[in-house]
């Protein structure tokens, strides 16, 4: 009885105990289990009226630092959430869901448990109003296939040009309209009311898409797929919006993996600038830099690079110069006034600063514009430089700049060969390949150009030739257009659009266009003599064989064991594996179409275009990155899409999609992203990936005009409720 006696008394102590720590503010006991939290942490559950909500997101605002500051979590099953490391201040919380509306916001600080009721949205336009852009471009109705080719202005007012449904989503994707924008977002499913009146909708967007410096760009555009045809088919969609037309599709809540998911996010740049990348490390040791600045490239926006400090939450500046007062500026011409800015000239970049990437040392390496466009007589015809010799180029409209950030000292390289993307190889020179070079891929030896300070002859760069002879070396070659000669090779003008340098010290990249393409340049001891290209297209379009219509790459990346992926325009992600080839990989017929074997098409996770039947989706990414040494948490070797109308990153791991979405603000579209390891030691807090927004529009995002563009660190916890 006595130890019956003393069991009780334990029981009743202990119920006491559980029930004191139930009430402290350092821990929530849910259903589910308790909930630690820190001084540091937000916690608690979330509910709605039938109980928990699970996968919704939570988040924290404030504007109380140097710079505002956002933290994103998902939700367990049993609706439990947990925001970690929160810095010292006072937060806006709210839910945001699918299927609901966003829950009033409260405000709090961190070491505070912090339940939250969701609200379910009244009705199906409300909760769309929260779906990605890519859900209403679902709505968007493609003309049929039985329209092409188009039959011209007199006709169907498809372009003649225009050879099939394929072409034309090519030139909607990530071959033109979505290369710059989303086309989904708030800003542009519909029509501004600043834009004025007009008799149609038709006529309304023929006036939209002349505002601005890209005014002109974008117009030109219109004209490839005919005119009358594709205004008729925006105006079709944005009316059946505004009537009240919704997708059919809702996307389901994060699940799984999903919801481990912990995005940190900074306002940095300004509300008229917009980037295109940012960097965070060096692609070949992702461990330097550790807790570092990230480091942005404002493309035709804006002269300086913008930093970020993201331990002591402060933004800053680096001022850009050019070699040659007469760089020209971004032409500040346009068709119409914009409705955000109206006349005012937003764009005054002269520096164009495309791509950054950091050395070995910590250095910022920037594709830069530094001169006007005329090239050196070193470049041209009659020069003895090596290259020249063999190609000479007249001019380039991009070149290199490189940034010491002990010293604060800048230099300008001026290449002969235009540059676009860059990045480092593993070889000693460690040598900086660039794309964009036209007719030619560049290089820069930078350990040589550390070494004499001499960009001339540090530089050096190729034409692509194809061993189409297979005698294994690069010979004398016949021109694109040209007849075969059996002796000879051929030269191919298929420019890089993506460089990356591959583990074997191949450089893969990408050929825009349509089926498109991707390349595997083999240097050789003297690329400018020895190097030769492989090409491999896309499985042809007109091949009744081909059961996945997979077209027009974009940005594309390899992995350690020299697979290549690459984003195309089609709403896949691609893999294309050399070792899968079964014929010969050079001679007289490989061509392009001679390994189709290699290719594999992953449909990217979001529904298809109206009016659309092949497999794919209104998704296009920008651009896939390779997290080489599991940055991410993910794993090694995982391929990453930029995910531009799934305002997210996709992740495509073991055979399955890891949508890292970002919730707030609607409207996230990157086009790069780098992962970093900060301390191997501290588990999932040590390492995550980076990106910024690189829309040309950050205005038509939730917020609109005075919306600047944001850092992003995406990392993935072991689960939910991980500290």
Not at 199 to 218: F, H, I, K, L, Y
Not at 390 to 406: D, M
Not at 693 to 702: A, G, V, Y
């Amino acid at each position: 009885m006595r130890r019956l006696h003393l069991a009780c008394v334990f029981v009743a102590m202990l119920g006491i105990v559980l029930l004191m720590a139930s009430r402290s503010p350092m821990s929530a006991r849910q259903a589910g289990g308790a909930i630690p939290i820190d001084n540091d942490d937000l916690g608690g559950t979330v509910t709605g009226p039938k109980g928990p909500e699970a996968g919704v997101w939570v988040i924290a605002e404030t504007s109380d630092l140097p710079t505002k500051f956002v933290k994103i979590v998902v939700t367990d099953d049993g609706g439990r959430y947990l925001i970690p490391d929160l810095p010292k201040a006072s937060y806006s919380v709210w839910v945001r869901g699918y299927g609901l509306v966003d829950s009033p916001k409260t405000t709090s600080v961190p070491g505070k448990v912090l339940d939250l009721k969701a609200v379910p949205a009244p009705s199906p336009r409300a909760a769309a109003h929260y779906y990605p852009g890519g859900y209403w471009l679902s709505l968007m109705k493609i003309p049929d296939k039985s329209e092409f080719p188009g039959t011209g202005e007199a006709g169907n007012g498809i372009a003649p040009t225009m050879m099939n449904q394929a072409q034309w989503r090519r030139q909607l994707s990530s071959g033109g309209c979505t290369a710059c924008h989303a086309l989904g977002s708030i800003g542009m499913r519909h029509i501004p009311k600043e834009l004025g009146t007009f008799p149609n909708s038709s006529a309304a967007w023929d006036r939209r898409v002349q505002s601005g410096q890209a005014g002109a760009g974008m117009s030109n555009g219109l004209n490839a797929f005919g005119r009358r045809r594709v205004l008729q088919m925006f105006a079709d969609w944005t009316d059946r919006i505004n009537a009240g037309e919704v997708p059919a599709v809702t996307p389901p809540r994060p699940r799984g993996i999903e919801r481990n998911v912990v995005i940190t996010q900074w306002d940095w740049a300004d509300p008229k600038a917009y980037l295109h990348d940012s960097v965070s490390t060096d692609r070949r040791n992702p461990r330097l830099n550790p807790y570092g600045p990230i480091y942005g490239a404002l493309e035709l926006s804006a002269d300086y690079v913008p930093v970020l400090d993201p331990v002591k939450h402060t933004v800053g500046r680096i001022p850009l110069t050019v070699r040659d007062p007469n760089t020209p500026p971004t032409n500040p011409k346009m068709p119409a006034p914009s409705p955000y800015w109206g006349h005012e000239v937003i764009w005054t970049s002269k520096n164009n600063v495309h791509n950054p990437m950091l050395d070995e040392k910590s250095r910022l390496w920037l594709t830069s514009a530094v001169t006007p466009f005329d090239n050196p007589a070193f470049c041209k015809e009659g020069s003895t430089h090596p290259s020249a010799k063999l190609c000479p180029l007249n001019s380039a409209s991009r070149h290199l700049q490189v940034y010491e950030p002990q010293t604060k000292k800048l230099t300008h390289i001026s290449t002969c060969y235009a540059t676009h993307h860059l990045m480092f190889a593993e070889d000693a020179n460690r040598t900086l390949w660039t794309s964009g070079g036209g007719p030619v891929i560049g290089w820069l030896n930078t350990k040589r150009f550390d070494e004499t300070g001499d960009e001339v002859s540090s530089q050096g760069w190729t034409p692509l030739i194809v061993d189409t002879n297979g005698n294994g070396r690069r010979d004398a070659w016949v021109e694109p257009n040209a007849p075969d000669d059996p002796a000879k090779d051929r030269r191919i003008n298929s420019p890089f659009y993506a460089a990356s340098p591959a583990p074997d010290g191949s450089v893969w990249g990408s050929a825009l266009g349509f089926p498109g393409a991707i390349m595997r340049l083999v240097p050789g001891p003297n690329p400018s003599e020895t190097a030769l290209t492989e090409i491999y297209e896309l499985p042809a379009i007109t091949d009744p064989k081909a059961d996945v219509l997979g077209f027009s790459p974009r940005g594309m990346d390899v992995d350690r064991n020299g697979v290549a992926w690459v984003a195309l325009a089609s709403g896949h992600m691609a893999s294309f594996d050399r070792r899968k080839c079964k014929g010969p990989l050079n001679g007289p017929k490989a061509t392009g179409q001679h390994c189709r074997e290699g290719w594999t098409f992953y449909p990217e996770p979001l529904p298809q275009y109206g009016g659309v039947t092949d497999v794919g989706s209104t998704e296009g990414s920008y651009y896939t990155w390779v997290d080489q040494f599991d940055t991410s948490g993910l794993g090694p070797n995982t391929p990453i899409n930029t995910g531009n109308a799934a305002e997210a990153l996709l992740a495509f791991k073991d055979g399955n999609w890891v949508v890292m979405r970002v919730p707030y603000p609607l409207g996230f579209y990157t086009k790069w992203m780098d992962g970093r390891i900060d301390d191997p030691a501290r588990g999932w807090k040590g390492r995550g990936l980076w990106a910024t927004i690189s829309t040309r529009t950050p205005f038509h995002m939730e917020g609109g005009k005075g919306t600047t563009s944001k850092v992003m660190h995406f990392q993935v916890r072991p689960d939910p409720l991980a500290k």
